[in-house]
């Protein structure tokens, strides 16, 4: 037991928020009750409290409300051979390097303890997901049910005890009505929406119930592209075999910043120094990689809302097209591009340097007048406007408390970007602005991606700047990195990327192997969605088709 725990003792209701200059572990222990922590760890991230099964709620309350913990960024999951373990991976929206691991063991024998998700709604969904896959039980969970793989499954797949050998059945049930216990005065009508359906952005399930024309509730029934990415990651090497796996997560563009995720926690993990001239080269990517997604939400958005194919929609994908051929000179791939490595890059930028950096300006160079034409085509547009002002609305708090990231979160005035708030790669060191609107609203998170295409292009034009005049003596794409890592065991580290959808975390918990004991994607698309029912509920039903086409899910980054 650390010896500041026993110095410990619960403050009284009217205690006074810790000092944000006091370190995350004793701002922590200054909070907390004193009969909830029997232990600390250091994870690489952050430092780590052990915190009983049955004062969950308690700990987190006071690590959230009096310790300025206000963004439960992932809960993962995992089973050893003696004990299960839900670890809550905090930070701070404010100052998103204070960070914070909450770990709650749980017998073998019985994996139950209280749920976080009456203190954290964006838990609501984590912890289904470590209940559908692990087999660990929370107590007052509001809706403790499978989430990934069907209800009739049997068994828990990332349970030791799962032999893989379970008769899977799904019986034929006949429609039940899901209004049955509804008595509110009205008609009322249960509206299925997916999960193939061209307004869902893939393969997701909505289950809404009308009254009337408003939505009463809504369900987004997920699970249904689930490939067990992260399972493939466990069982691939740390140096060569995972690489190929984050581009397949978010196919909608931001692939280079999905593998760059892998990158900075695999990084990180075996203490490897990047190249600065890898780190330009990557930031440059990342960004067109960033534009790429971008470019096709605000695209299938005018599809969505307005129906406008041939102007915006086009416009959208020539833009794409256009990057997609500068990615594949350098990369050699459009789509997955399976460019960076562990220490860098692949390789350097494509020859003729000169011919490569010309096709990048002048794309830059015409950006602005592209723009111009997007805000006259859509963000002017009466119609536009009717269809997202003050519709799918989220405010600051809602957006805190589901764990919303990028430019939903954004979008609603909060200030959070990783690239500038946990600093990576060459951004630092670069001259552009963190896009916030304050509307909350459908309108509010177009107008940020909008402009966060404008901060991209400023972002790509100094990196090509910088690359233009570097020595070609120094121009070292990747650190020399040892053929096998293998981690110490035990070790555990969370680290995340801000990837076009929002914060793209990765947890790794090594065992002293070539390959991770356990490998937990935390996907932005995945808490952003959860969101939906705050935004959708009491709105038209028109308008939560415009609701989900905001939030900009791509369903390879929520299921995996």
């Given at each position: ?71 439960c960024a992932c809960v993962t999951g995992q089973a050893y051979g003696d004990r299960y373990e839900s670890i809550y ?472």
């Open positions: 037991m650390d010896q500041r725990q026993r110095q410990v003792g619960e403050p009284p209701e009217s205690a006074t928020p810790v000092s944000d200059a006091d370190s995350p572990l004793d701002a922590a222990l200054a909070v907390v009750p004193d009969d909830a922590v029997t232990d600390t760890e250091e994870h690489l991230n952050a430092p780590a409290l052990v915190v009983r099964a049955d004062r969950v709620q308690a700990t987190l309350s006071a690590l959230r409300e009096r310790a300025g913990f206000d963004h991976h905090l930070r701070s929206y404010d100052h998103a390097q204070r960070e914070l691991s909450v770990v709650v063991p749980t017998p073998a024998a019985d994996p139950t303890q209280e749920s976080a998700a009456p203190v954290y709604p964006t838990a609501d969904w984590h912890e289904r997901e470590a209940y559908d896959l692990v087999g660990i039980e929370y107590e007052d969970h509001p809706d403790l049910r499978r989430i990934l793989l069907p209800e009739t499954w049997q068994g828990h797949p990332l349970d030791p005890d799962f032999s893989g050998e379970e008769p899977q059945i799904v019986p034929f049930r006949e429609h039940e009505n899901p209004l049955a216990e509804d008595h509110r005065d009205g008609d009322t009508m249960y509206l299925n929406l997916g999960p193939h359906h061209p307004a869902t952005h893939g393969v997701l399930r909505v289950g809404a119930t009308l009254d009337g024309e408003n939505v009463a509730e809504v369900t987004p029934d997920i699970g249904y592209i689930h490939r067990c990415e992260e399972q493939m990651c466990q069982q691939g090497t740390y140096r060569h075999q995972i690489m190929p796996y984050p581009d397949r997560w978010d196919w909608s563009g931001a692939g280079l910043c999905n593998e760059w995720a892998y990158a900075r926690v695999a990084e990180a993990l075996a203490d490897i120094e990047v190249p600065e001239y890898a780190q330009v080269i990557r930031t440059m990517s990342a960004e067109l990689s960033r534009l790429l997604g971008h470019f096709l939400a605000v695209g299938t958005y005018a599809l969505d809302v307005i129906g406008e194919f041939t102007a915006s929609f086009m416009y959208a994908i020539k833009e794409r097209e256009r990057i997609q051929s500068i990615l594949e000179d350098l990369t050699g791939q459009r789509l997955m591009f399976n460019y960076f490595r562990l220490g860098g890059v692949a390789w350097d930028l494509p020859d003729p340097r000169s011919d490569f950096f010309a096709e990048i300006r002048e794309f830059v160079d015409d950006l602005p007048e592209r723009l111009a034409e997007y805000h006259d085509l859509l963000t002017s547009n009466e119609i536009f406007q009717i269809r997202t002002v003050e519709t799918g609305e989220l405010s600051a708090e809602t957006v805190r408390a589901y764990g919303c990231t990028g430019p939903v979160a954004r979008g609603s005035g909060v200030d959070y970007d990783l690239r500038r708030d946990d600093p990576y790669g060459y951004y630092p060191e670069l001259d552009w602005d963190v896009v916030t609107e304050d509307g909350g609203d459908n309108y509010a998170r177009v107008l940020v991606r909008l402009r966060e295409i404008e901060q991209s292009a400023r972002i790509i034009e100094q990196c090509v700047d910088l690359l233009e005049g570097w020595p070609e003596a120094e121009r070292t794409v990747q650190a020399n990195v040892p053929r096998t890592l293998r981690p110490d065991p035990d070790t555990e580290i969370y680290r995340a990327v801000e990837s076009a959808k929002g914060e793209l975390g990765i947890y790794i918990r090594s065992d002293g192997t070539d390959e991770p004991a356990r490998f937990k994607i935390r996907g932005p698309s995945f808490s952003n969605l959860s969101a939906l029912e705050e935004a959708a509920r009491g709105e038209y039903v028109a308008d939560l088709i415009a609701t989900i086409g905001s939030l900009d899910p791509i369903m390879g980054d929520v299921d995996r």
